[in-house]
Every structure is written in structure tokens, then in C-alpha cells.
């Protein structure tokens, strides 16, 4: 009778059901482990620094032009855009050329030595009301001695971050990333005397890196203006041509520009040539480096300690959390369609027995004892 196969089908269906709720339960386990140990604090914008005086541009710094033993008075807007009281610190800091080229600042934290010493401020942190803004004044020292030309330094603005008690474990949970948020606007101080840039390569490096043999160029700026420029590398023996961008680099600065080349070079002695083209003037170099055993040597270290460390486990021994999110979410999907099925199916059922037992009474014992049918 087809009635008798009903109970089967139930148990296998309820069967699959929870065979697949320890899986699903696994992966919204291991989902919920990759988010604690991935637990990042990004606060969101809090508060805004700006240009308050008549010497600001329109790009939102201070342009300000003085002479040696200048005091300027000068003043930022600081801004709370939370319904809430923040306490915001103040300092001044130096400007620096980045990797490659560009103003970069230092860090609160890092001891000034530049224009970073010529900033004062009336106080060093501020208490701000819900949607309240306040002009902070600062003066500019300017030395006696200082360099003709430009000179860049900087306002910071932070929320210092709260002590956080997180512990890291071996299994990666309850770790914590805090993103502090600062602003910093530039500024630069324009002095009489020669402001023209001077630009010159120092020469070329081999560099071991996790992505090759890098070539690193010594660039330097000894005038008093910033540039920055197009530029060019040739090493005519392999055929390498390579074109790049160098950002300004201040004055009485220097970078080592770093340029990817070749991931297993030969060791032997390379003629190259290094061409920038800035301010209407153009600094080149010619000269020559050399790949000895020690730097392959070091270039096959780098990456065998690069793939034992990093890349081998970030590729080969575990999930992304994009994929788990994915897994976890199909699973669960899975579930509920199982679920679903197992419900109808039985639901089908009952209502095809409740037909079968109207349409033939006599096939069924009696429901009560000694009643006959």
C-alpha cells in the first residue's frame, strides 16, 4: 500500500534535516569567530579643520608670505558634526616628500624639526558641544635664519583614542583594530630669496622585495622650491624602459623612488639611465649598479620567508571572510528549502491519509476499544 512508504520518506527527510543543521550551525560558528577577530573600529567623521583667515586658499590650506623673525597671527576653524561633546588635541607638525614625491605630515607624535617649531597654539586641546565650532588662533614664528623659499609644515587635529582592554588569542578572537581619525591642513611659508627648485638623481639600487629585485632611485631636492616632474629609466642591455611620475619633493629633502624591475635578475653589472623633467628643466643620470650572489641570495630568502610566512597561509589555510559570509549564507539557504520540503511533503501526506482513511473506513481498526466498524 502506498500509505506504508510514508513513514520512511518522513524519516529520511527529517534525517537530511538534521544532518544539515550541525553544518549550517559550523559555518555561523566559524562566521561569527572571523568577525571577532576581524572586529574593526572605524568612527565616523566627527569633526572638521579649516582655513579661517584671509591668507587660506581655495584648496584649503595657509599660504603665508613673511620674512625672517615674522610672528604671523593666523587662525583654523575647528568644527564638532556629532550630537555629542568631543575633546579634540591640537599640534603642529613638519612636512615631508612621501615615497613617491608628494607633501606628506608627521605624526603628533613625531618630534618636529622644521616649520613644526615655528607653530603655536593658545591651548592644545578642545572641548566641543554637540553641532559647536570654535576659532583656534595660531601664530607663526618665523626664525631669523630661516631658508628662503618655501618651507611647508602643518596643522593636526585628533580625538585622541580610548585605551582599548582587548586580548588577542592563539585562535584569533577578540582582537581589536582602532582607526584614529586626524585632519591636517598645510602650511606654507613663503620667504624672499631664491625659491628655485633644484632636482638630482643620486644614483640607483638594487632592492630585494616580496614582488622582485625593486630599483630604488636617490632623488633629492637641494633648491628652495618644490618640484616634481615625468621621468624615465633605461637599462639598454635587457631592453627595460620604464616611464613614471614623481610628486614634489621639498626642499632639502630626499626619496629613494622604488621601481619594480625583475624577479629573477642575472648577476652582472647593468648600465642605466635616469631622466626627470621639471620646471622646464630636465636632471639626468648615467651610471651603473651590479647583481652580486649576495643580493640573489637575499632575493630568494625574501620570497621563500614571504611565501613560508605570508602567502602560503593566506592562500592555502583559510577561508576569506567574502567566502565563509557566502558558504554560511548558502547553508542556511539550503535549511530553510529542506525545511520547507520536509514541512509540504509532510503536509501532503496527512491530507492524502485523511482522504484515504474517509474514502475507505473499513481498512482501519477501530478508534475505540470493543467499537466495531
Known amino acids: 500500500m502506498s500509505g506504508a512508504a510514508k513513514p520512511e520518506t518522513k524519516r529520511g527527510l527529517l534525517r537530511s534535516l538534521v544532518l544539515l543543521l550541525p553544518v549550517a550551525a559550523a559555518l555561523t560558528f566559524l562566521l561569527a569567530g572571523t ?28 599660504v603665508i608670505s ?18 555629542d561633546t568631543i575633546v579634540v588635541s591640537l599640534a603642529a607638525v613638519d612636512g615631508s616628500t612621501g615615497l613617491y614625491g608628494g607633501v606628506t605630515y608627521g605624526l603628533p607624535t613625531d618630534t618636529a624639526k622644521h616649520v613644526g617649531t615655528w607653530i603655536s597654539f593658545a591651548q592644545t586641546q578642545v572641548t566641543l558641544k554637540p553641532d559647536d565650532s570654535v576659532e ?7 626664525p631669523s635664519d630661516a631658508p628662503s623659499g618655501v618651507n611647508v609644515g602643518g596643522l593636526t587635529a585628533w580625538i585622541p583614542a580610548k585605551k582599548d582592554n582587548s586580548t588577542s588569542t592563539s585562535e584569533g578572537f577578540a582582537a581589536q583594530i582602532i582607526i584614529q581619525t586626524r585632519r591636517v591642513i598645510a602650511v606654507e611659508v613663503n620667504l624672499p630669496g631664491d625659491s628655485t627648485p633644484v ?27 618644490m618640484a ?32 619594480q624591475w625583475a624577479t629573477k635578475p642575472a648577476e652582472q653589472a647593468y648600465d642605466a ?26 632575493l630568494k630568502n625574501y620570497v621563500t620567508s614571504t611565501t613560508a610566512n605570508g602567502q602560503s597561509a593566506s592562500s592555502g589555510s583559510g577561508l576569506s571572510t567574502t567566502i565563509i559570509i557566502i558558504i554560511a549564507v548558502a547553508a542556511m539557504a539550503w535549511l530553510i528549502i529542506v525545511g520547507a ?24 481498526p477501530p478508534s475505540q476499544p470493543g467499537e466495531t466498524r
Open 66 to 83: 613673511a620674512n625672517p623673525g615674522d610672528q604671523v597671527k593666523e587662525s583654523a576653524l575647528l568644527r564638532n558634526l556629532t550630537k
Open 228 to 259: 616634481g616632474g615625468t621621468a624615465s629609466i633605461d637599462i639598454p642591455s635587457i631592453g627595460f624602459h620604464k616611464d613614471f611620475t614623481v610628486g614634489d619633493v621639498l626642499p632639502g629633502t630626499s626619496i629613494a623612488y622604488p621601481i
Open 136 to 142: 583656534i588662533p595660531f601664530t607663526v614664528n618665523v
Open 341 to 364: 520540503g520536509v514541512y509540504l511533503v509532510l503536509s501532503a501526506a496527512r491530507r492524502r491519509r485523511a482522504r484515504e482513511q474517509a474514502a475507505r473506513p473499513w481498512e482501519h
Open 199 to 225: 632636482l638630482q638623481i643620486g644614483g640607483v639600487t638594487p632592492v630585494p622585495r616580496a614582488s622582485g629585485m625593486d630599483l630604488d632611485i636617490a632623488i633629492s631636492n637641494t633648491g628652495h622650491g
Open 35 to 62: 568577525a571577532l577577530a576581524t572586529d574593526t573600529t572605524n568612527p565616523p567623521v566627527s569633526f572638521s579643520l579649516e582655513p579661517a583667515s584671509s591668507s587660506s586658499q581655495p584648496t584649503g590650506y595657509f
Open 273 to 298: 639611465k635616469v631622466s626627470i623633467t621639471y620646471n622646464g628643466k630636465t636632471a639626468d643620470w648615467s651610471g651603473s649598479f651590479t647583481i652580486g650572489q649576495t643580493a640573489v641570495s637575499e
